[in-house]
């Protein structure tokens, strides 16, 4: 009696701190002594971006995002690869710049600045932050006088999947899981999208996908976006072999969401089934990316999420699946250059065996945020 009683009365542990007794358990042998300084930044403010809106008064908004202190850390970026690479030139040795080795990884630029690396950095995608250490907020975006808004605030990591992707003029581009739609957003913002699916299983959610394309994007560029809600993992059979470029930005644990908020969180005991199954599905939606592609096009792969599990684990064995199973080879790009390239405004993990992770820090509480550049044979 007593025992029935007391399990009836029992309080209910909340779903935060289930997630984060999981993540003390897990990220504590995966990060090792990196994990306190990552559990106290997700515990506490995080820092946003304000990706610009070309679509808008950019050049305003700009000159006003500067007065404020913040900087666009796309193109201060860009800065830094120049300078790198105009000391490189200096009697055709490479000297040693600020940007090498600092960052204590090991990391350094490609000898000859990559191909990669030059587009990235020249697409249109601006994103203004604060600088390290600076926990100063953005005010919400105003409207243009045709009542566009300004900037969309996200996770400034968010950014560094959609640079990887490095579309190029007229590429068709395929958005598999694309509600909200912060990345599309910054997708339409390269200006070179020839074309861009946006899917979303989600009907309510695609209902985001469209307000943000009627708040951010003119008609003429919205009528090269085509919006559906499909399950992703049925694309490879829909529409097969037909993108340049693929984002599959998937649902996760969302680790930082899951640590600060009750509402809509996946360690409620009724979710643990849908929990388990993630990496699962983050695989069918992997693969579904790759066989969207078209031969030689590329695919990233993201998550927000440090969890090696639904990261590397998951690409590791996609490229597995599309050997064994469909004859199809599929090569990881090296992305190492973004660690050196985006070091002061991330704080990023160097121990990926595949990809790149971005760890929050209370000096640069972004992320978390992984991604993984695959290309089709
Ligand atoms: N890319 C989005 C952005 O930047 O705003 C965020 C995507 S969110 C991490 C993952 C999305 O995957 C959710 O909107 C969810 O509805 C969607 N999703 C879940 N299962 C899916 C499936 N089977 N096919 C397509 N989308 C799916």
């Known amino acids: 009696l007593y025992k029935k009683k007391w399990a009836t009365t029992a309080p209910r542990i909340p779903a935060p701190r289930l997630a984060l007794h999981h993540f003390d358990t897990t990220y504590s042998l995966q990060l090792q002594e990196l994990w306190p300084a990552?559990?106290?930044?997700?515990l506490c403010e995080q820092k946003y971006g304000a990706l610009l809106n070309n679509f808008?008064?950019?050049d305003l908004t700009a000159q006003r995002l500067e007065l404020l202190s913040a900087t666009d850390f796309v193109s201060e970026a860009a800065r830094r690869a120049r300078c790198w690479q105009e000391s490189a030139g200096v009697g055709g040795e490479r000297r040693k710049t600020s940007l090498e080795g600092s960052g204590g990884d090991g990391t350094t630029l490609p000898t000859e600045t990559s191909p990669l690396l030059r587009a990235s950095l020249s697409s249109n995608v601006k994103c203004y932050t604060f600088p390290r250490g600076d926990i100063s907020r953005f005010h919400?975006?105003?409207p243009d006088s045709l009542g566009?808004?300004?900037?969309?605030?996200?996770?400034?990591?968010?950014?560094?999947?959609?640079?990887?992707?490095?579309?190029q003029p007229d590429d068709f581009v395929l958005d598999l899981c694309a509600a909200p739609g912060g990345k599309m957003l910054a997708l339409l913002q390269t200006g070179a999208c020839g074309h861009l699916a946006a899917n979303d299983v989600s009907i309510s959610r695609t209902k985001r996908l469209y307000h943000i394309l009627n708040s951010y994007v003119p008609k003429e560029v919205r009528e090269t976006v085509s919006v559906t809600s499909h399950d992703g993992r049925d694309w490879g059979e829909l529409q097969g072999g037909t993108f340049h470029k693929v984002l599959v930005d998937v649902p996760c644990t969302t680790d930082r969401h899951s640590v600060m908020e009750e509402e809509n969180n996946i360690f409620h005991k009724m979710r643990t089934k849908e929990r388990q199954m993630l990496p699962m599905l983050q695989l069918q939606l992997l693969?579904?990316?790759?066989?969207?592609?078209?031969?030689e096009g590329e695919v990233v792969y993201s998550t927000c999420s440090l969890s090696q599990l639904q990261n590397e684990h998951v690409v590791e064995r996609a490229i597995d699946i599309a050997e064994?199973?469909?004859?199809?080879?599929?090569?990881?790009e090296d992305l190492s250059?973004?660690?050196?390239?985006?070091?002061?405004?991330f704080c990023f993990f160097s121990g990926c065996r595949l990809g790149e992770l971005?760890?929050?820090?209370?000096?640069?509480n972004f992320g978390p945020m992984y991604f993984c550049k695959l290309r089709r044979a």
């Open 38 to 42: 990552v559990r106290s930044a997700m």
């Open 358 to 364: 971005v760890l929050p820090h209370l000096t640069a």
């Open 148 to 167: 566009i808004l300004s900037y969309y605030l996200m996770d400034a990591a968010s950014l560094l999947p959609v640079l990887a992707l490095n579309v």
């Open 324 to 332: 064994t199973q469909f004859g199809i080879t599929v090569h990881i």
């Open 56 to 58: 808008a008064c950019a």
């Open 140 to 142: 919400p975006a105003r």
């Open 337 to 345: 250059h973004f660690r050196t390239l985006f070091q002061d405004t």
């Open 287 to 295: 693969m579904a990316g790759i066989l969207a592609a078209k031969p």
